[in-house]
């Protein structure tokens, strides 16, 4: 269970403000970069990143960016908290059911501060309305 949501850093920049009027959507991406044993917390390290472009084709320019970087606190018991750290020193994954849930809460708080950093810079907010879900791919 997700206990915690850390917000450590915030940056948003413009690189072409005569190239904001011809933004599309952002490219949104969630990164999970590491997972640090507390006992029985984890502390998962993540980057929710928005890339602004003038256009959809792959020779897009780019316009500007919003990264946040920061930790998810997860609480279980000792055993599946182990579970969940092998799983991500052996395949730098974690469980669905987990993975789930992380990324749909940081779609949601990303996307609100994103939205003040984006309504700042003149940049379309990196809103993510859909929930996530992930399938697993059947193993033959």
């Known amino acids: 269970m997700i206990t915690g949501l850390t917000i450590a850093k915030v940056e948003g920049s413009i690189d072409s403000i005569e190239a ?3 933004q599309r959507f ?3 991406n ?3 970069e590491g997972i640090e044993s507390k006992g029985e917390h984890i502390s998962i390290a993540y980057t929710f990143s928005a890339d602004y472009f003038d256009s959809d084709a792959t020779s897009a320019k780019s ?3 919003i990264k946040i970087r920061g930790t998810v606190d997860v609480k279980d018991s000792k055993d599946v ?3 969940v750290v092998k799983k991500w020193n052996d395949e730098k994954r974690l469980p669905t059911v987990l993975a789930e849930e992380v990324i749909n809460a940081l779609n949601f708080r990303c996307s609100a501060t994103g939205t003040l950093v984006a309504s700042s810079l003149g940049l379309i907010p990196p809103l993510v309305i859909s929930t996530t879900k992930i399938q697993e791919e059947e193993k033959k």
């Open 20 to 22: 904001v009027s011809k």
């Open 26 to 28: 952002p490219k949104l």
């Open 30 to 32: 969630i990164n999970l």
């Open 63 to 65: 316009i500007g960016n």
């Open 81 to 83: 908290l182990n579970a």
